[in-house]
T-cell receptor, first 113, second 117 residues
Framework: KNQVEQSPQSLIILEGKNCTLQCNYTVSPFSNLRWYKQDTGRGPVSLTI?????NTKSNGRYTATLDADTKQSSLHITASQLSDSASYIC????????????FGKGNQVVVIP | DGGITQSPKYLFRKEGQNVTLSCEQNLNHDAMYWYRQDPGQGLRLIYY???????QKGDIAEGYSVSREKKESFPLTVTSAQKNPTAFYLCASSAYFWRELNTGELFFGEGSRLTVL
């Protein structure tokens, strides 16, 4: 079964500090990987997409990396702000006829002043 | 502005009652989806629709029903047969079903929180 595992489950960081979220997947054959940000009580919003040939992609203070060989991705948040408090969800797509996206459980980030 | 509108935002239901969650999109997207989100779990697919008048069961369709009579609307009915309906429900859409499955490019609504009393 295709699975996506995220760590840490939750973390608390001070405003202005950096943090890194991890996503390990077993989805095969791999198509692409997206990171979504979900504010509490809201719908997820896409942050970035990583395809097989991409190693790094940035979106403002968010930088995603992908190692397709080890099937790992990370999301780095630089100079965190209070508005970064949210759940970050890793979503992996497989090629072929699976008809499903594989969702991680999310990394819950709380930024405190 | 284009987007997906879910209503109501909050809903309370007594056991044994059916409830219908509304999902409307003005993005002219062909495909629409319903997901369920529970604390500590990833999103789980309930139903999806690739085009009007067509829909398919997802991974957890039991106790739910949908219709797709119009392109912009994809309502979800939570029936009394659903054993544990208390959850956060998310509706999503994508321009094309197969292409977006390969890219994961889904646009989500703001969600509906259903609580069974």
């Amino acid at each position: 079964k295709n699975q996506v595992e995220q760590s840490p489950q939750s973390l608390i960081i001070l405003e202005g500090k950096n943090c890194t979220l991890q996503c390990n997947y077993t989805v095969s054959p791999f198509s692409n990987l997206r990171w979504y940000k979900q504010d509490t009580g809201r719908g997820p919003v896409s942050l970035t997409i990583m395809t097989f040939s991409e190693n790094t992609k940035s979106n403002g203070r968010y930088t995603a990396t992908l190692d397709a060989d080890t099937k790992q991705s990370s999301l780095h948040i630089t100079a965190s702000q209070l508005s970064d408090s949210a759940s970050y969800i890793c979503v992996v797509s497989a090629t072929g006829g699976n008809n499903r996206l594989a969702f991680g459980k999310g990394n819950q980030v709380v930024v405190i002043p | 502005d284009g987007g997906i509108t879910q209503s109501p935002k909050y809903l309370f239901r007594k056991e044994g009652q059916n409830v219908t969650l509304s999902c409307e999109q003005n993005l002219n997207h062909d495909a629409m989806y319903w997901y369920r989100q529970d604390p500590g779990q990833g999103l789980r697919l309930i139903y999806y629709s690739q085009i009007v008048n067509d829909f398919q069961k997802g991974d957890i369709a039991e106790g739910y029903s949908v219709s797709r009579e119009k392109k912009e609307s994809f309502p979800l009915t939570v029936t009394s047969a659903q054993k544990n309906p208390t959850a956060f429900y998310l509706c999503a859409s994508s321009a094309y079903f197969w292409r977006e499955l390969n890219t994961g490019e889904l646009f989500f609504g703001e969600g509906s929180r259903l609580t069974v009393l």
